[in-house]
């Protein structure tokens, strides 16, 4: 698994649980390091330890874990790039939506190895969408749980996730009801970076 994914654990679970709790898990994972390297590509075994001591130690349901995980990456004010990522995708949350299917993409033009799994959005009706999570990293579907709750929030719209579960050669599901896309007042994002 890319580093920058197993660092974003890392970094989740020391901001929330703290540095020593963190620790703690690495011992319990007896990987014999306490800190991944965002640019290296780790074994799956070691991802996969890894994620089964967070579970163990945080007494919690790893998909649990890893839709805080997605929050997390968008509302935490120290990973602030991967919420102006996300919020290129469009000036409501229903163009965000639809900017889904190039996230990988986008991702990889920021960091060129790093190969998220594909996502499809499907749109029955006004504010009735369906996102397909493809397979390729465990928990990824949870993941965009979170992050599809905190652009919502970033947002100001009210909308209803119901991840599915696994359908056909792996593939996750969630279904987004968008019920208000301005049931309140979004957090404020300007185009340009703010450098000063």
Not at 80 to 89: D, I, K, N, P, V
Not at 190 to 196: H, K, M, P, Q, V
């Amino acid at each position: 698994m890319h580093g920058l994914i197993n660092r974003a654990i890392q970094a989740f679970v020391s901001k929330t649980y703290g540095e020593e709790r963190w620790t703690e898990i690495m011992d319990d994972a007896g990987l014999g390091f306490t800190e991944f390297e965002a640019m290296l590509i780790y074994p799956d075994d070691q991802s996969q330890k890894m994620l089964a001591a967070v579970e163990r130690n945080l007494e919690r349901p790893l998909p649990e874990i890893l839709e805080d995980l997605g929050t997390f990456l968008v509302s935490n004010p120290e990973v602030e790039s991967l919420r102006r990522l996300l919020r290129f995708g469009g000036v409501n949350y229903s163009e965000f939506l639809h900017s889904l299917d190039d996230l990988p993409d986008r991702a990889r033009l920021a960091v060129s190895d790093l190969h998220l799994p594909g996502l499809e959005l499907d749109e029955s009706s006004p504010g009735q969408f369906r996102l397909r999570c493809q397979a390729g990293i465990p928990g990824y579907a949870q993941v965009m749980m979170g992050v599809l709750r905190a652009m919502a929030d970033d947002y100001g719209s009210l909308v209803m996730l119901d991840h599915e579960g696994l359908g056909e050669e792996g593939v996750e599901e969630i279904a987004i009801t968008v019920v208000e896309t301005e049931f309140a007042e979004g957090r404020a994002f300007e185009l340009g970076a703010n450098l000063l």
